[in-house]
């Protein structure tokens, strides 16, 4: 299934914020002031959105409208090439590089982690890895149950600690634990708040200095984002960027009430890359992210079957 028919209301809203910007006859003054409203509707970001249609113009008043495009059509087809360019030139991959190599996954509740988290368990074991999943998240017993379940489903290991255990020794342990069984992988979850006096940021970087002090690589630390809290979850996102030396971004629930230009807008804002992208509930919906197939799913004109 194409990204264009599991992007669902987010596309539906993206193409209702263009379609004033889409039926103009002429390009004049306000057709950019409705594509900068049509971008900040979207989600885009004040700042983003100016430079978006700055670039547009530019290129337009350069190099005049694409050959056989009515105005409208014309102005959104310079801003797809402008987005796919914007959004891509960096590297996606996820990184491995240590015996064994260690993801960390950090975010506030309720974004999806655990599930991202196991969605990639079950990716990279049919790849043929061999992981350990860790339950760092002991705040909350529902965490580290789900974590479980998700590790019963992709047949991989799980270290887990009693409720309220200190989150680096839970970490620490499944590394040591995968570096005995010559293990490939620790995917390890975090906790989204803390229940004591102790700061979240400064628990996130003991974590990470922990996980590091035994066989571990930190390789990855992936803040994962809820695409529907808009630039509410992009306030959020900066917070943990700023504490935990985040390597890229997972946008999850990208199929729901989100709109498109939060994508844009993080990876802007943050200047880290979307790595990953979820785009419902199933096993395989979680995705690499690409920009071009993203772009031309947010301007595709029907949904494929």
């Known amino acids: 299934m194409g990204l264009r028919s599991r992007l669902g209301r987010a596309r539906d809203a993206w193409a209702d914020r263009m379609a004033v910007v889409r039926a103009a006859e002429v390009v004049d003054d306000a057709s950019w002031e409705d594509l900068s409203d049509a971008l900040l509707l979207a989600d885009v970001g004040v700042a983003t959105a100016d430079e978006l249609v700055a670039e547009v113009r530019r290129r337009v008043g350069r190099d005049g409208l694409p050959d056989g495009e009515r105005a409208g059509d014309g102005v959104l087809e310079v801003l797809?090439?402008?987005?796919?360019?914007?959004?891509?030139?960096?590297?996606?991959?996820?990184?491995?590089?240590g015996s064994p190599s260690v993801w960390l996954f950090v975010g506030v509740n309720g974004v999806g982690k655990t599930t991202t988290i196991g969605k990639l368990?079950?990716?990279?074991?049919?790849?043929?890895?061999?992981?350990?999943?860790?339950?760092?998240?002991?705040?909350?017993?529902?965490?580290?149950?789900?974590?479980?379940?998700?590790?019963?489903?992709?047949?991989?290991?799980?270290?887990?600690?009693?409720?309220?255990?200190?989150?680096?020794?839970?970490?620490?342990?499944?590394?040591?634990?995968?570096?005995?069984?010559?293990?490939?992988?620790?995917?390890?979850?975090t906790a989204g708040r803390v229940h004591t006096r102790s700061n979240l940021m400064d628990e996130l970087a003991k974590v990470r200095r922990v996980a590091e002090k035994g066989a571990g690589t930190v390789t990855e630390t992936l803040l994962v984002v809820d695409a529907t809290t808009g630039q509410n979850g992009l306030v959020q996102a900066r917070q943990f960027a700023e504490a935990a030396e985040v390597t890229g971004i997972v946008l999850t629930k990208l199929d729901g009430s989100a709109r498109g230009g939060i994508v844009?807008?993080?990876?802007?804002?943050?200047?880290?890359?979307?790595?990953?992208?979820?785009?419902?509930?199933?096993?395989?919906?979680?995705?690499?992210?690409?920009?071009?197939?993203?772009?031309?799913?947010?301007?595709?004109?029907?949904?494929?079957a």
């Open 121 to 189: 368990a079950r990716r990279e074991a049919d790849a043929g890895r061999s992981l350990v999943l860790g339950a760092g998240d002991t705040f909350r017993a529902a965490a580290a149950d789900q974590l479980a379940m998700w590790a019963d489903r992709a047949d991989v290991p799980i270290v887990r600690g009693a409720e309220g255990a200190d989150p680096s020794s839970v970490v620490f342990d499944a590394v040591e634990h995968a570096a005995a069984r010559g293990a490939d992988l620790v995917l390890a979850d």
């Open 80 to 97: 797809k090439e402008v987005l796919v360019e914007r959004l891509g030139g960096v590297d996606r991959s996820l990184a491995l590089g």
């Open 264 to 304: 844009v807008a993080v990876q802007d804002d943050l200047g880290i890359p979307v790595k990953l992208v979820g785009v419902g509930e199933g096993v395989d919906d979680l995705v690499e992210f690409d920009p071009a197939d993203f772009v031309d799913a947010l301007f595709a004109a029907d949904v494929a």
